[in-house]
């Protein structure tokens, strides 16, 4: 059963860091295109991070705080969020696929429930 479950969300200060994990089962993350995305209830779900073999891509606001990277040995993706900020609170989402927009969720094959970040001011 192919499955993408995040862990590591919770509640943190401002300034604080986190990082989110992704654990893939039933299929290797290896060859996907990989992403994080993120929703505020009331607003659309927005892309944060992208990885593939051709590169990286972050959303500005993230740039140089978050840093996304993948273990292929253990089959997870991660997502280290330092200096983050109270507009980084949201719900955090993992994904992979073959999208023909990367940063758009719903393309992807493959999407995780989500994992809860809070961070206070």
């Known amino acids: 059963q192919v499955q993408l479950v995040e862990s590591g969300g919770g509640s943190v200060q401002a300034g604080g860091s986190l990082r989110l994990s992704c654990a893939a089962s039933g299929f290797t993350l290896s060859g996907y295109y990989m992403g994080w995305f993120r929703q505020v209830p009331g607003k659309a779900r927005e892309a944060v991070a992208v990885?593939?073999?051709?590169?990286?891509s972050y959303t500005d606001s993230v740039k140089g705080r978050f840093t996304i990277s993948q273990d292929n040995a253990k089959n997870t993706l991660y997502l280290q969020m330092n200096s983050l900020k109270p507009e980084d609170t949201a719900m955090y989402y993992c994904?992979?696929?073959?999208?023909?927009?990367?940063?758009?969720?719903?393309?992807?094959?493959?999407r995780g429930q989500g994992t809860q970040v809070t961070v206070s001011s």
């Open positions: 994904a992979a696929g073959w999208p023909r927009r990367i940063f758009s969720f719903d393309e992807y094959n493959y």
């Open positions: 990885i593939h073999s051709v590169g990286i």
